[in-house]
């Protein structure tokens, strides 16, 4: 394994440890030999290795919880290191280290878009024998929002029973719904119709293998889409309106014009009238322009070199094209279309092949492929009702894992509590609600587990950090977090 080039850019943007798998067969009886596991821990095992919260992140998100959920870790937070042994790893398809799209096979080569698929429940078993690895016997709760969620909830069901205590599913589902298999499928095409996608090769250049590269216009609009969904329609007319450039800073001392032309300090600065009155081809330039804006070519057959005003663009369109701009440093196409194919997948009811280790997964009845509404309700509920006490939380402006979905999964665990958090950010409100989550995370702990908050396995004197406000200090690489929202 360690002959294999390890040259993923994307694995170097996390300080995290790596654990060796030799062999690894998924769900779709597809078998990877000698593999890698991505993973981050923060605190102590304490001497029974059950001291464990178990952090599962996002479709983008990665091991680094401290990036995307920084304000709920730290001492006397819900994810304390003085008292919790917290683990977190890359699933199986994320460019961040585990096994990807971005990583190589025993004989050396990328393996592209010929990495196979996998499921959810895949992740959890994967995770699993990395949690042994590490000593642990147990976990007192497992924690995630959304596809994390998904994680969340499979994993009661694909380890041994008893091995997960409690579970905290997010802002998540059962099962994947059609309007979010809809806007998966929306996504991927985006990346498909870019003509630098060649069909998932874009990274085998002349010139050699180029992990960075990427068919960048593709995967920057999927992201804008998904961003959509992400957020509530209130929220985006909040906080952009019909605003042009990025957000209103203050209008500077000496005025600025903001009609009739390019907005500007400057008195001498040409209006659109006095460009027009320049040349009478400047309308149909702008109009080619206005038209043509937010398109970005390899290039262009028409440059006529003319200097006219720019058309307007709104500060929600540039919010988006930044937000585009941004993920394509940072995440892979490839590893984007197999993990939205991964979410399409993900149905609790449907059983485990796998028998070993012991789960309750695979003592589901098998569901038909061609089941649909009333036929899937019920193994949904038998499922559901396998799982341990749960704290299930709901945002309740999340358009794309509805409250519903929430109420289905908290009415049919035996031991469940529904929390519905009020934000205007839609389903992101579990990425940015950081007090909320926070206080319901922790409060919910010590009542149902108290013996881990009588003890610190860590002095606060060794711990050493102090503890910080609810603000953002810096801009989160894998989560929603900003801390400079004019940056863009």
């Not at 499979?154 to 008893?162: C, D, K, R, V």
Request: aromatic residues 10%; contains cysteine.
């Amino acid at each position: 394994m360690n002959s294999i080039p390890n040259d993923n850019p994307y694995a170097a943007l996390i300080n995290q440890s790596f654990h060796p798998i030799p062999k690894f067969t998924l769900e779709s009886g597809t078998v990877l030999t000698n593999i890698q596991v991505g993973y981050k821990t923060w605190g102590r095992l304490n001497s029974r290795g059950d001291n464990v919260l178990v952090i599962c992140h996002a479709l983008t998100g990665s091991s680094d919880v401290e990036d995307w959920w920084g304000p709920l870790l730290g001492l006397d937070r819900a994810f304390d290191p003085t008292r919790w042994f917290i683990f977190c790893a890359n699933v199986i398809g994320s460019p961040y280290g585990t096994v990807s799209s971005v990583t190589r096979d025993e004989a050396g080569a990328v393996r592209g878009p010929e990495m196979p698929g996998s499921s959810v429940k895949d992740d959890v078993r994967l995770h699993y024998q990395v949690l042994l690895s590490l000593g642990v016997k147990s976990v007192a709760a497992v924690i995630g929002g959304s596809m994390g969620g998904m994680t969340c909830l499979e994993y009661p069901l694909n380890t041994p029973p008893g091995f997960v205590r409690h579970i905290i599913p997010i802002a998540t589902s059962a099962r994947h719904s059609a309007w979010c298999i809809s806007w998966g499928e929306a996504q991927r095409q985006s990346i498909y119709s870019d003509p630098e996608y060649r069909d998932g090769y874009y990274y085998d250049l002349p010139g050699g293998v180029d992990l960075s590269a990427q068919p960048g216009r593709g995967l920057a609009a999927a992201r804008m889409a998904a961003l959509l969904t992400y957020r509530s329609r209130d929220s985006f007319e909040a906080r952009f309106g019909r605003r042009a450039g990025t957000l209103d800073k203050g209008v500077p001392k000496g005025g600025v014009r903001v009609m009739g032309g390019k907005e500007t300090t400057d008195p001498s600065e040409p209006s659109t009238a006095d460009l027009a009155a320049k040349n009478r081809q400047a309308a149909s330039e702008l109009a080619w322009r206005e038209h043509n804006d937010g398109y970005r070519p390899s290039g262009s057959r028409r440059n006529s070199g003319r200097s006219v005003t720019e058309p307007k663009v709104f500060s929600a369109q540039s919010y988006l094209r930044y937000q585009g701009d941004k993920f394509t440093g940072r995440f892979d196409a490839n590893c984007y279309i197999h993990i939205t194919r991964k979410l399409d997948t993900h149905d609790l009811s449907h059983p485990s092949i796998f028998v070993d280790p012991p789960n309750l997964s695979c003592t589901l009845p098998a569901v038909p492929s061609d089941a649909d509404g009333a036929d899937i309700k019920d193994p949904i509920q038998l499922a559901l009702s396998l799982l341990p006490p749960a704290l299930v939380i709901g945002v309740e402006s999340d358009g794309l894992f509805t409250t519903s979905e929430q109420k289905e999964i908290a009415a049919f665990i035996p031991e469940a509590e529904l929390v519905l958090i009020p934000s205007p950010d839609g389903h992101d409100g579990f990425l940015l609600e950081f007090e909320a989550i926070n206080g319901w995370i922790e409060g919910w702990l010590r009542r149902k587990v108290p013996e881990y908050f009588m003890v610190r396995e860590i002095s606060v004197e060794e711990y050493g950090k102090e503890v910080e406000g609810w603000g953002v200090k810096k801009e989160s690489v894998f989560g929603e977090a900003e801390a400079d929202v004019t940056r863009w």
